[in-house]
């Protein structure tokens, strides 16, 4: 055991010296490369080429697999820190600024190819996530995968614990701006999700969904529907 916590000590102190040093080269001067070339020992796994903007923070590197060609810019946060924790990102995945993706225990956050992940989007475990092949989540978006229990009117409801289900996002759908996605939520191949939307049901695959709560307004494979549907 103290060998273990030793181990992880010094897979820390390792992280922060390497990410402290050159995590804030500017792109000007040659810092991507040097990050895609000094992260490798770091990192669960770090396929090559990627693109790593100055000014991003990566917490718990060696549960933090990163495939090729993914560009991620200034102001990301990942957070991998925890139990059996596991963040993956695809190949040709881009995030952009600010993004904050984080986890608890036993958590698998799974980003597929060629994803694209706006400003200031939030993912949030510590339930299972899911997302897949060339989605679009645009700005503003959170993706919650936990709920605060709070059946106990006298307990604080942070003492209560949480619940934790799992969202799936399928291939191909696209969050327009601000959408929200709850915890114990699929939302189906192909579809669209208004902006502003709250999404706390599983949406059909190839539907357009709007509103709060979201509803299925039309399907994108021709049968519309009412609003009142």
Known sequence: MKIQQYSAKFQRIEEIIATTLLGEIPSLLLGPKLRNFAYRSIFARLDSPVYIQNGVEFISTDC???GKNV???KGVRIDARGNKNRIYI???VAIERNVDIGSLDNTSIYIDDETFIGPNVCIAGP????IGKHCMIASHSGIYANNHNF???IEPIR???ISRQGIVIEDNCWLGHGVTVLDGVTIGKGSVI???AVV???IPPFSVAVGIPAKVIKSRMGQGLGVGD
């Open 159 to 161: 003492n209560q614990g």
């Open 200 to 202: 706390s049901k599983d």
């Open 64 to 66: 933090i697999e990163i």
């Open 90 to 92: 695809g190949n040709k």
């Open 151 to 153: 059946a106990d009117p």
């Open 127 to 130: 339930g299972n996530i899911r």
């Open 71 to 73: 560009f991620i810019f």
């Open 194 to 196: 208004g902006a502003g």
